[in-house]
Structures are given as structure tokens and as C-alpha cells.
């Protein structure tokens, strides 16, 4: 063990933990932070707005959950952001008054939680609400007059309990320096940079390379998965699509024959996709975006929209190429640049830059942070 690893047991002796996420419903980015945080703390207490227990990785089933009561309203698995109006009492209904340390993994309103003054409460802020604050007008671009405008009145509520939820957290972690600019901007605090893990070691690289491009994503409007099913429309090039959600129905009515939909693969399928395509496209903008991460630990190189996360995960010219123009003619472009200079990307440091965002890396440096919060907290309530 490390004497990082002994400095953090021995803060942790007798700390009862819980920690809070959103909702469990997928094992993606957030759901796999929440895995690692829970084996840092040995199986916490969870909680969250609603869940779906089946979808609950071996480790995080180690714990118990207990949910909101909107996990008993209508439908609340497959419709709970139309509760979105309930978040807040959802949230403040959760009792945690018995722990010593709460950690709140959060891109919604959990960090709302209320704890006693002597519980410390970590808040890991993947960002805050992004449909309140920096990307209403993308999550809303397609909505019609009506919706969008009552849309906005929601989120004019929901921007001002985010921001006094905020002054109930006394450490912020930001996956990100986008992150940390975004939380010091809307809630006017100062977070620790800490990546969140990707388990590079599950991926790959292979020498056979296949004809197609690659993205990975939830089919929602703020991943513009729709500009690159415009943009290889007007190429003919071969296109992958993982993944899905409520975009997937219009997504395939304007696609071609050379666009084809998987849906949702299993990781291991996954991992094979991502060795063999010859690019990951990538047009959204992330607070940090763990696909190009695991992209880039199969060996793969990245075409990516040149702002927020993917400016801190992929080198432009070694592992990847950015266009700065969200349209179809500025990512057609750094395609063709993409495949112009194709032999000069080598798998070896593609994958060397992916290793920077390990699981370890995240394990390590979280241990420590924690510990050192749990130190101060404690000072400042002595028994």
C-alpha cells in the first residue's frame, strides 16, 4: 500500500460514507466515477432521484440504495426529466444526517442534499446544469415555439436552486479545466481538477484497420450526432453509429444507406469498434467526454469539436484533428485532413496520452483529496 493508501485509511477509520449521484440507469461516464469513488470508500450508502437497479455494475450493487419517491411516479425510469420540476424536494427528501462524509457526483441538482454542519460534503460537478446555464439553446434547438419557451421558465428556476444548492457543498471536484471555469463562472467557487477514470487497460489497438468512422454517444441534441450524419450524407463515407435516445428516430430519417445505427453494443463489442474504425468523430461539446479517452486507449485518433473537454484529452496533429466550426463543410474538412495525413498518427503515443486518464491516476489522486478534506472539515468541528 502506498503511504497515500495508509494517510486515507487511517482518515477514513469510523467515517460512515454515502455517496449521491442523479440517477443510476446506464453504466456510462458518471455511473463509472460513482464505481471507483465506491471501492476509494468500501462500499457506501447510495443515493439517487430514480434508478434502475438491474443496470448497476457487480461493484455498485455491493451497496445500498435507496431512491426518491419519484421513482415510484409514472413511468419514472424511461420519463423522470419531465419530473425535472421535483428535482429539489426529491433531493432535500433524502435523510443524511448520520454521516461523517457525503460525496454528491452530480451534473443535475444532487449537490442540493442537506447535511449537517459537521458532514463534509464532496460535490464532483461534472458541470453545472448544463440545460440551465451554457447549453439551453442546444439541448432546445429543436423544440417548437410553445415548448421551448415553457422550457425556459423551468430552467430559470432550476438555474436559481442550482446555484444555492451549490453553497451547501463544501469541496467542488471538476472533471475538467472546462469544468472548473464553468463552476467558478455560474456558482463563483473554485473546484480541484481531478479526470475521471477510463479503464484503458480493457482496450486494444489492432493493425487491422476497417473502412468506417466511428461515434459513440446518447443520441440527444447537445451531442450533434446530427452533424455528422449530415456530414457523411454529403461524403458517402462509412459511418458507425453507437448508441441511443431520443434523437434516433429522425437521426435515421435523414441518414443514407452508408450510416448504420447499432444502438446500444456490449463493452467488449465496443472495444473491437473502437481498434477497428479508422477515426472516432466527435462533434459535441463534453465537460470532459470519456469516449475520445477510450477511443484513444483502442488507438485510435479523434476528430473533434474544438472546445471544452477535448481540448485537455486529445493532442491536435498526434492523436487527433479539431475543426473550430460546428457545420458540415468545417468537419468535412478535417476529415479529408484526417485522411491526407492518416499515416503519420502513431498508435503508440495515441494510446500513451489515453494512459494519463487510467483508473489508477483517478484512484490516486481522488484518495488523496479526500483525505485532506475530511482533515480540514474536521478541524473546524473539534470534539
Known sequence: MSIFGVVFMSSMKNVRAALAHHWFLAMSGGERVCEAICQILDTPDLYSIVADPSSLSPILRKSSLQTSFIQHLPKAKKLYRYYAPLFPLAVESFDLTSYDLVISSDSSVVKGIKTLPET??????????????????????NFGTIKRALTSILMSYLALYDFA???????????????RNRIRKYYRRDA????????TVRFEPTCHIDDYYLFVGRL?????????VKTFNASRKRLLIVGDGPEMRRLKSIASGNIEFLGWVPDDEL???YASCKALVFPGEEDFGIVPVEAQAAGRPVIAYAKGGALETVIPDETGVFFH?????????AVNQFEENIDEFDTNKIVANANRFSKSSFLDRFEVFVSQCLEEHRSRFPK
Open 271 to 273: 472495444s473491437k469498434l
Open 220 to 228: 440527444v441534441s447537445y451531442k450533434m450526432a446530427d452533424l455528422a
Open 325 to 333: 466550426d460546428r457545420s458540415v463543410s468545417a468537419l468535412s474538412d
Open 165 to 179: 444548492a451549490s453553497a451547501r457543498v463544501d469541496y467542488f471536484v471538476a472533471p475538467s479545466q472546462t469544468s
Open 192 to 199: 480541484e481538477v481531478i479526470y475521471p477514470p477510463c479503464d
Open 120 to 141: 463534509c460534503h464532496i460535490c464532483v460537478c461534472y458541470s453545472p446544469m448544463r440545460y440551465a446555464w451554457n447549453a439551453f439553446h442546444d439541448y432546445t434547438r
